[in-house]
């Protein structure tokens, strides 16, 4: 059981670039998230769904867009990278009800040069 | 708002020695509370839960307890390991389910 796979594990852009980050998961949940982890820091939300056809913006969308065209995939767009979005990306799913747990994928780390 | 706040680290121990990290989390609504552990290199897995007032999450020699009245939700374990050396995140689901807001995140050193 794969469980969530994000892909690339590694990446370097240049500014101005833009690149999808992908993220599946096999596990038919509903609810998707990502999220991105500063060097020290805790890990922010960038986007979440709660379903295909549904996206909705967390705590830093900006720069970033998002689509959920099916259940098992949410792919994360960087338009324009900027060094301030170099990041260790984190996808996760879940399934949406209270006492249930998030399951994250093994990262992307992003270095924007 | 939904926040969720822990002790900062690093916290160094040595092998066998009792660990306490703290988290506090707003008290709007009922959260489910978590915390997740982050070896190096890797994703987070879940460590425990506790999904109402005095509950008690336990795993691996882990536990925490949901206090209410507190607003806390403190990580601890009486015998800390080498191979415990990770990242630590306190973490809580909104009441709708659909968002989980995380703490900063603690680091755990533990020294043989």
């Known amino acids: 059981n794969a469980g969530v796979t994000q892909t690339p594990k590694f990446r370097i852009l240049k500014i101005g670039q833009s690149m999808t980050l992908q993220c599946t998961q096999d596990?038919?949940?509903?609810?998707m998230y990502w999220y991105r982890q500063d060097p020290g820091m805790g890990l922010k939300l960038i986007y979440y769904?709660?379903?295909?056809?549904?996206?909705d913006k967390g705590e830093v969308p900006n720069g970033y867009n998002v689509s959920r065209s099916t259940t098992e995939d949410f792919p994360l767009r960087l338009e324009l990278a900027a060094p301030s979005q170099t990041s260790v990306y984190f996808c996760?799913?879940?399934?949406?009800?209270?006492?249930?747990?998030?399951?994250f994928g093994q990262g992307t780390r992003l270095t924007v040069v | 708002g939904n926040s969720v706040t822990q002790m900062e680290g690093p916290v160094t121990l040595s092998e066998e020695a009792f660990l306490t990290i703290n988290c506090t989390y707003t008290?709007?609504?009922?959260?489910?509370l978590f915390w997740y552990v982050q070896y190096p290199g890797e994703g987070l897995q879940l460590l425990l839960k506790?999904?109402?007032?005095?509950d008690k999450g336990s795993n691996k020699g882990f536990e925490a307890t949901y206090r209410k009245e507190t607003t806390s939700f403190h990580l601890e374990k009486g015998s800390v390991q080498v191979s415990d050396s990770a990242v630590y995140f306190c973490a809580r689901l909104n009441n709708a389910g659909n968002m989980l807001t995380f703490g900063g995140g603690t680091r755990l050193m533990v020294k043989p």
């Open positions: 008290a709007t609504g009922y959260p489910s």
């Open positions: 996760a799913s879940a399934t949406g009800t209270r006492n249930t747990e998030a399951f």
């Open positions: 596990m038919n949940h509903n609810y």
């Open positions: 769904s709660v379903g295909a056809g549904i996206t």
């Open positions: 506790a999904t109402k007032a005095d």
